[in-house]
T-cell receptor, first 113, second 110 residues
Framework: DGGITQSPKYLFRKEGQNVTLSCEQN?????MYWYRQDPGQGLRLIYY???????QKGDIAEGYSVSREKKESFPLTVTSAQKNPTAFYLC????????????FGQGTRLTVV | GENVEQHPSTLSVQEGDSAVIKCTYS??????FPWYKQELGKRPQLIID?????GEKKDQRIAVTLNKTAKHFSLHITETQPEDSAVYFC?????????FGTGTSLTVIP
């Protein structure tokens, strides 16, 4: 359901490696977002994009990078500079107009081993 | 930027009782307030929302109220059922960003 797909569902990363999380949507949404969720905490914004080829840093962008080459896709790279990457990562999209909700993918659980 | 506070962090109610979760926001420019339900290990799902030109909205057993002057909004769940057990997040939006509260873990005791 939802039309927004994240892959993989589970991802294991060795220390020092970069990994890329995929997020694809077929909802024709203009805006896309990446959030990080840690146990017992809320959703913290990593990056967001309101239009193709443009994106902005959120509250915790350090150690992450994104691209928005296509409207449908907003991949997130967790770099080796991210000191504590183990978390649940959620991608979301919205129409980008005020007063419309965001819809989430099913999440990727990243674990550093 | 916007700051959203949510209370309580945990809430236990008996089945059939009501549950109320409250949020406050700081930015008067915020004009859209969605609520999400997240079951364990799953994605947050939009359950109800309210825009700033409306004071209250209902959908079956759930309702949301908004007080723009006081900058607070609340989620009300009546006749709670065990399947209502989940984490609930409030959010505020005014410029295509969504600012989330820290979540309320609701447990409905059968």
């Amino acid at each position: 359901d939802g039309g927004i797909t994240q892959s993989p569902k589970y991802l294991f990363r060795k220390e020092g490696q970069n990994v890329t999380l995929s997020c694809e949507q077929n909802l024709n949404h203009d805006a896309m977002y990446w959030y990080r969720q840690d146990p017992g905490q809320g959703l913290r914004l990593i990056y967001y994009s309101q239009i193709v080829n443009d994106f902005q840093k959120g509250d915790i962008a350090e150690g992450y990078s994104v691209s928005r080459e296509k409207k449908e896709s907003f991949p997130l790279t967790v770099t080796s500079a991210q000191k504590n990457p183990t978390a649940f990562y959620l991608c979301a999209s919205s129409l980008g107009r005020q007063g419309t909700g965001a819809f989430f993918g099913q999440g990727t659980r990243l674990t550093v081993v | 930027g916007e700051n959203v506070e949510q209370h309580p962090s945990t809430l236990s109610v008996q089945e059939g009782d009501s549950a109320v979760i409250k949020c406050t926001y700081s930015d008067s420019a915020s004009n859209y307030f969605p609520w999400y339900k997240q079951e364990l290990g799953k994605r947050p799902q939009l359950i109800i929302d309210i825009r700033s030109n409306v004071g209250e909205k209902k959908d079956q057993r759930i309702a949301v109220t908004l007080n723009k002057t006081a900058k607070h909004f609340s989620l009300h769940i009546t006749e709670t059922q065990p399947e209502d057990s989940a984490v609930y997040f409030c959010a505020a939006s005014g410029s295509n960003q969504f600012y989330f509260g820290t979540g309320t873990s609701l447990t409905v005791i059968p």
